[in-house]
T-cell receptor, first 109, second 117 residues
Framework: RKEVEQDPGPFNVPEGATVAFNCTYS??????FFWYRQDCRKEPKLLMS???SGNEDGRFTAQLNRASQYISLLIRDSKLSDSATYLC??????????FGAGTTVTVRA | EADIYQTPRYLVIGTGKKITLECSQT?????MYWYQQDPGMELHLIHY???????EKGDLSSESTVSRIRTEHFPLTLESARPSHTSQYLC????????????????FGAGSRLTVL
């Protein structure tokens, strides 16, 4: 079983729509959680950390559910520039960050 | 305004050749990493370093080696390239200490895309 699993998508949504997707992790001892964004053939970049109480950054909202071992990302009022692959990242040990394979979002005009 | 630089960005090379992928960062980060990523797949850690003269193998078995002689420099070497080494190699760095977010946030280089014929 993979340590981090994501629905690969793609999620095709019109501009202005809300899109949400989850990521599940297998190890209950996981300590920290992040969402990274990766554009096609580019390097991943941090989108936001995920805090226990949930957090927002503009149009992006992240939630953590430790009981069910998943994190979620919600994008409101989608923009064309939000089209990317969103990587779920989970920290288990000090050096070990486990990456999901990513969820692809395509926002259409 | 990249703070972490990888060269070459693209490399096409024949089987059996020795290659070195360069990675340098200007942020003074102690931790550096090499990840391997195939299209549509997750990143896999192949090497990491906590500082000068510290190198460890990651989760993915790799025939590559790394060195960390200077804080800012973390090159990856393949002594004899094979077609199975064809992949995207991403270098990253992070600070050793800091807040929960800061110490774990990775800054990635733009990647080196290797094709071995």
């Amino acid at each position: 079983r993979k340590e981090v699993e994501q629905d690969p998508g793609p999620f095709n949504v019109p501009e202005g729509a809300t899109v949400a997707f989850n990521c599940t992790y297998s190890n209950s001892a996981s300590q920290s959680f992040f969402w990274y964004r990766q554009d096609c053939r580019k390097e991943p970049k941090l989108l936001m950390s995920v805090y226990s109480s949930g957090n927002e950054d503009g149009r992006f909202t992240a939630q953590l559910n430790r009981a069910s071992q998943y994190i979620s990302l919600l994008i409101r009022d989608s923009k064309l520039s939000d089209s990317a692959t969103y990587l779920c990242v989970v920290k288990l040990l000090d050096y070990k960050l486990s990456f999901g394979a990513g969820t692809t979002v395509t926002v259409r005009a | 305004e990249a703070d972490i630089y990888q060269t070459p960005r693209y490399l096409v090379i024949g089987t059996g050749k020795k290659i070195t992928l360069e990675c340098s960062q200007t942020m003074g980060h102690d931790k550096m990493y090499w990840y391997q990523q195939d299209p549509g797949m997750e990143l896999h850690l192949i090497h990491y370093s906590y500082g000068v003269n510290s190198t460890e193998k990651g989760d993915l078995s790799s025939e590559s080696t790394v060195s960390r002689i200077r804080t800012e420099h973390f090159p990856l070497t393949l002594e004899s390239a094979r077609p199975s080494h064809t992949s995207q190699y991403l270098c990253a760095s992070s600070p050793l200490t800091g807040t929960n977010s800061g110490a774990n946030v990775l800054t990635f280089g733009a990647g080196s895309r290797l094709t071995v014929l």
